[in-house]
């Protein structure tokens, strides 16, 4: 078998003017993704996803990605994800066992559209073999726990939003620690307290920073959070800064979670020497697909940090989530969207099976879903920032 074309589609889903609201990362109006398809000629299709902007990672696959892919076997998914990686020393890289990155591909929107691509390279591969990418991988389980991700209410009313998630049936739920009232201490430690009555004591609440405060503010935060039994702060700091992330880890009891803007094992080897933090979020379709979070979670996992994957985007990438938390052993918890996400929910002909807390692993093969016939007309791309400010 051999891959015969690499095409990427940008898609968007505008968020209507009565669903949009004001966080510390603007106002959004819109959701983009760029959907990528690697065709076979034995006839089977693979699909993957990409973070990043949707134009240029359509013109990286088709101008760079596309030619280094095609002609190649799927089975070798570590020698298409190397090509792609190393460029044009990936003859030298493989034969020396020496990674040689080319200048461009290490971070950024390259890697995203590398990520894109490796995804769906595996979702072809199992499909070929007949079995569940999980499977493919090496499966450890068929269910994980999920936990809620939302939390924007402003003051008390954090009580009701995060309620409504545990009445959902989910055992843990996250925060935003910015609301849509803004930020200063105080409101946080209000609509933390109200969190954490609308969940009782027995739902693990967890709080994100978007990595938006200094290392003052977050290490001032984080001890006052501590009496609400947080199970992970995350981001509480720029993600330029692993060294101000661990003086924060030092100075509270709450573990620190962090990783969704990383790239590659070699993003996570700093935050793991650093022990900046306790629970890392790759992206699957950022931090270098199936492939590279295989090996992060490995990395991760021999310095006792356990792995939540990262999941805010398109159907395509919380599925491939879904295979990622069933193959890795020191996956606990997967990221579960609550925002208004139609490219999550209506993208797919198959739902995704989540009940009473747990998402559940698709059991067909390869990566288990399938494109709506209307989804590319629906979702077509609208040019222009995905934030207002
Ligand atoms: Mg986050």
Redesign the pocket.
Known sequence: MQIAKVTAIPMSAPVPNERRHRTDLGTKVKSDATLIRVETDSGLTGIGAALGSPPIVAAIVEHELSAEVVGEDPMFSERIYEKMYNGSRSTPALQRGVAQADESRRRGVIMEAIAGVDIAVWDVKSQALGIPLYQALGAVRRAVRGYASGGWAPGDAAEAELAGYAAKGFTAAKMRVVGRDGFSIAKCVRRVEAARRGLGRDVELMV?A?GSLEVATAIKLARELEPFDIAWF??PVSPDDHAGQAEVRRSTTIPIASG?REFTRFDFQDLLERRALDIA?PDVARAGGMTEIRRIAALTSAHGVRLAP?A?GSAVLFAASIHVAMAAPNCHILEVSQGYMPMMWELFNEPFDIRDGLVHAPERPGLGFTVRADALDKFRYVAGPEFEF
């Open positions: 994100d978007h995350e981001e969704e979020q990262h805010w």
